[in-house]
């Protein structure tokens, strides 16, 4: 393909915009080719490029292009600069049926073939020596995934930031059978983006005038009875994903499901990047775990402390990590520099390999406990590395429920007595910050205190702690002796019950802080959680609906995470059986998801004896995290 005429940015960067690169189909994506140039003319000879697909506009700033000082996030032409500037081309390209590419936008399902497609088009141009390094945070990670089950030509390494699907079904838009909210918020939004984007003005109008707020109050949507009923091609895929419960072969699909396809994809290097507070934290240690199955394929695992794609940032809600927090400074000099260094060290011969331990985790925790000048609890954290995850010199525990509210290392008696409580599905409990992007303006995640408050959707008792519901369950350990981290996965077993066909059950680890000037009531920071539907609870989407009163063992699967108890703090741990609308609500019924519109109150009962050890699981690092 001969390239259209290019604009000069400076002497040494030259761009060609708007490269309609055809698809298999025929379908042409809107492509934006960055190249090095000399005196403003571009150089002859090839060089190594790279790739990043977004439904985000490649014309638009990357949310992730922010480093400390600065406020608004880099332009794509200045990134892109700095990459041709140290001898790359690179590519931006927009998604199918997004911004100026061609065809109907269908999440995550079309990027495969397109990314293939794309690399098989640069990896035969003049300007590409043939090798391809692919980066791009979120759903540019996801399309960098999805490509690679492919096995494209010329793919040469990988960064994937905060995405990547290993298997959607568990993390992404399902966890534990029940459905991710964080799917409708963002299918809204991203609908609106499309129409101005197209200029599709009645669309636009429509969109915005629908209360997203009072929707979520009338859940389940259906065909023409939601909020993007202005927008079918978007209703139709969010309708999709919500109602497809069973694990069959639409959830093995190449784009959402990798963990299918570890041996195909090639053995690049990799570098994973996540945060405790991100929603895809399964997803990245899944694909670091399935990648280091292979042999010689270089791996290079961080996980910082705060929100989704925010690694400069040293706070995620109401809870502060310190300065240490970011990754610039700390990891490495910057995010940029990170990005460069290793594709100079994988895509170019004779680079010198980077000295950087292969791991580097952000423990959580340590801090004063105080508020700090801006008003947020200082929790504070430090990084710690190693050689590979987990990470070397821990431990299980595992922590017993027990009557009246207690969790302790103790198994429980014989003839503890089990614990009843009414699960109303039109009074859901309030979903309180957790790991969540994408949820604005209806929910957002970070660490707060569990506590009512007009910030948050669903709370009617502004103050009132989440404990003091009658159907959220709390057990708390005594308060710790001495420091204890928790490094790694979190998982809890219930040995429950439930008068009904269907329901779930939650589960919600918890750092508590003891009272102070600041915090007279203490400050319950959550952590981690997870959920489990009974009707999918073998994890196979073949529904098996509950015996009315029979025991069912139930394994809750919350994200993993890492974080130092203090001395004198409490480990609590809550169990319920809503969390909305970080989820959808069981109707308690037995009804497929999204489908009926009749709900129940459920009794709902967690065992607690000796023959039912009920009981949260985590594993400790010794001498307190190093």
């Given at each position: 393909?001969t390239l259209?005429p290019?604009?000069?940015l400076?002497?040494?960067?030259i761009?060609h915009?708007?490269?309609?690169v055809?698809?298999?189909?025929?379908v042409r994506?809107?492509?934006?080719?960055?190249?090095?140039?000399?005196?403003?003319?571009?150089i002859k000879?090839?060089?190594p490029a790279?790739?990043?697909?977004?439904?985000y506009?490649?014309?638009q700033?990357?949310?992730?292009?922010?480093e400390?000082?600065?406020?608004e996030p880099?332009r794509?032409?200045q990134?892109?600069?700095?990459?041709?500037?140290?001898?790359?081309?690179l590519?931006?390209?927009?998604?199918?049926?997004?911004?100026?590419?061609?065809g109907?936008?269908?999440?995550?399902?079309s990027?495969g073939?397109?990314?293939?497609?794309t690399m098989d088009?640069?990896?035969t141009?003049?300007?590409c020596?043939g090798r391809?390094?692919t980066?791009?945070?979120?759903?540019?990670?996801?399309?960098q995934?999805a490509a690679?089950c492919?096995?494209?030509p010329?793919?040469t390494a990988?960064?994937?930031?905060?995405?990547?699907?290993s298997n959607?079904y568990?993390?992404?838009i399902?966890q534990?059978?029940?459905?991710e909210?964080?799917q409708?918020?963002?299918?809204?939004g991203?609908?609106?983006?499309?129409?101005?984007?197209?200029?599709?003005?009645?669309?636009?109008?429509a969109?915005?005038?629908?209360?997203?707020?009072d929707?979520?109050?009338?859940?389940p949507?259906?065909e023409?009875?939601?909020?993007?009923?202005?927008s079918?091609d978007?209703e139709?895929?969010?309708?999709?994903?919500w109602r497809?419960e069973?694990?069959?072969a639409?959830?093995?699909?190449?784009?959402i499901?990798?963990?299918?396809f570890?041996?195909a994809?090639?053995?690049v290097?990799?570098?994973?990047?996540s945060?405790?507070?991100?929603?895809?934290?399964?997803?990245?240690?899944?694909?670091y775990a399935g990648f280091?199955?292979g042999?010689?394929?270089?791996?290079?695992?961080?996980?910082?402390a705060?929100?989704?794609?925010?690694?400069?940032?040293?706070?995620?809600g109401?809870?502060?990590?310190?300065?240490?927090?970011?990754?610039?400074?700390h990891?490495?000099?910057?995010?940029?520099?990170?990005?460069?260094?290793?594709f100079?060290?994988w895509m170019?011969?004779?680079?010198?390999?980077?000295?950087?331990?292969?791991?580097n985790?952000?423990?959580?925790?340590?801090?004063s406990?105080r508020k700090?000048?801006?008003?947020?609890?200082d929790?504070?954290?430090?990084?710690?590395s190693?050689q590979?995850?987990p990470?070397?010199?821990?431990?299980?525990?595992s922590y017993?429920?027990?009557?009246?509210?207690?969790?302790?290392?103790?198994?429980p008696?014989?003839?503890a007595?089990p614990?009843?409580?009414?699960?109303?599905?039109?009074?859901p409990?309030?979903t309180i910050g957790g790991?969540?992007?994408s949820?604005k303006?209806v929910?957002e995640?970070?660490?707060?205190d569990?506590r009512?408050?007009?910030r948050?959707?669903g709370?009617?008792?502004?103050g009132l702690p989440?404990?003091?519901?009658?159907?959220?369950l709390?057990?708390?350990s005594?308060?710790?002796?001495e420091?204890?981290?928790?490094?790694g996965p979190?998982?809890?077993?219930?040995f429950?019950?439930?008068?009904?066909l269907d329901?779930d059950?939650t589960?919600?680890l918890?750092?508590?802080y003891?009272p102070?000037n600041d915090?007279?009531?203490?400050f319950a920071m959550?952590?981690?959680d997870?959920?489990?539907r009974?009707r999918?609870?073998?994890?196979?989407?073949?529904?098996?609906?509950a015996v009315?009163?029979?025991?069912?063992?139930l394994?809750?699967?919350?994200f993993?995470t890492a974080?130092?108890?203090?001395?004198?703090h409490?480990?609590r741990l809550d169990?319920?059986?809503?969390n909305?609308?970080?989820?959808?609500?069981?109707p308690?019924?037995g009804?497929?998801a999204?489908?009926?519109?009749?709900r129940?109150v459920?009794?709902n009962t967690?065992?607690?004896?000796?023959?039912?050890p009920?009981?949260l699981?985590?594993?400790l690092?010794?001498?307190?995290?190093?």
């Amino acid at each position: 393909m001969t390239l259209p005429p290019h604009d000069i940015l400076s002497d040494e960067v030259i761009v060609h915009r708007d490269v309609m690169v055809a698809m298999r189909d025929g379908v042409r994506l809107a492509t934006d080719i960055y190249r090095p140039a000399h005196g403003g003319r571009p150089i002859k000879a090839p060089a190594p490029a790279l790739l990043e697909r977004t439904p985000y506009g490649k014309l638009q700033p990357s949310r992730s292009e922010v480093e400390p000082g600065m406020s608004e996030p880099m332009r794509r032409e200045q990134v892109a600069s700095h990459f041709v500037r140290h001898g790359y081309a690179l590519v931006y390209q927009d998604c199918r049926g997004r911004y100026g590419s061609e065809g109907v936008f269908t999440k995550y399902l079309s990027e495969g073939p397109d990314g293939f497609d794309t690399m098989d088009w640069i990896a035969t141009q003049s300007w590409c020596d043939g090798r391809i390094g692919t980066m791009g945070l979120s759903y540019a990670a996801h399309t960098q995934l999805a490509a690679a089950c492919l096995a494209p030509p010329g793919l040469t390494a990988m960064i994937l930031d905060s995405g990547g699907f290993s298997n959607a079904y568990t993390c992404g838009i399902r966890q534990g059978g029940a459905f991710e909210l964080k799917q409708a918020t963002w299918a809204y939004g991203q609908a609106i983006e499309a129409a101005k984007a197209a200029g599709e003005e009645r669309v636009l109008a429509a969109l915005e005038a629908e209360p997203l707020h009072d929707w979520f109050n009338a859940m389940p949507w259906s065909e023409g009875r939601s909020p993007l009923r202005a927008s079918p091609d978007y209703e139709a895929y969010l309708l999709e994903q919500w109602r497809h419960e069973a694990f069959d072969a639409h959830w093995k699909q190449i784009g959402i499901y990798a963990a299918g396809f570890y041996d195909a994809i090639p053995p690049v290097p990799v570098a994973l990047m996540s945060s405790w507070f991100d929603a895809y934290v399964p997803t990245t240690l899944e694909n670091y775990a399935g990648f280091a199955q292979g042999a010689g394929r270089p791996l290079t695992l961080i996980m910082g402390a705060g929100l989704h794609g925010d690694r400069n940032a040293t706070f995620a809600g109401d809870v502060d990590f310190g300065a240490q927090a970011s990754f610039s400074g700390h990891v490495a000099p910057s995010w940029l520099e990170f990005r460069r260094l290793w594709f100079d060290r994988w895509m170019k011969q004779g680079q010198e390999p980077a000295s950087a331990a292969p791991v580097n985790i952000f423990l959580m925790g340590g801090g004063s406990g105080r508020k700090t000048a801006r008003g947020r609890l200082d929790h504070g954290g430090r990084w710690i590395s190693g050689q590979h995850w987990p990470l070397p010199g821990v431990r299980p525990q595992s922590y017993f429920l027990h009557p009246a509210g207690r969790l302790s290392t103790r198994l429980p008696e014989s003839a503890a007595a089990p614990i009843s409580y009414s699960f109303d599905p039109d009074r859901p409990v309030p979903t309180i910050g957790g790991a969540l992007t994408s949820g604005k303006p209806v929910f957002e995640g970070g660490g707060f205190d569990q506590r009512e408050d007009e910030r948050f959707f669903g709370c009617v008792a502004p103050g009132l702690p989440l404990a003091a519901r009658r159907d959220v369950l709390s057990f708390e350990s005594e308060p710790l002796a001495e420091d204890m981290a928790v490094v790694g996965p979190v998982t809890v077993t219930l040995f429950a019950a439930t008068d009904g066909l269907d329901t779930d059950f939650t589960a919600k680890l918890i750092d508590v802080y003891p009272p102070n000037n600041d915090y007279p009531a203490g400050f319950a920071m959550n952590l981690t959680d997870g959920i489990i539907r009974c009707r999918l609870r073998h994890g196979d989407g073949i529904p098996c609906l509950a015996v009315p009163g029979a025991t069912m063992e139930l394994t809750i699967r919350l994200f993993a995470t890492a974080n130092l108890f203090k001395a004198g703090h409490r480990i609590r741990l809550d169990i319920s059986s809503s969390n909305f609308p970080k989820f959808d609500v069981n109707p308690n019924t037995g009804e497929p998801a999204g489908v009926g519109r009749a709900r129940r109150v459920a009794c709902n009962t967690v065992l607690l004896d000796a023959a039912h050890p009920s009981r949260l699981e985590i594993a400790l690092m010794d001498s307190a995290g190093g």
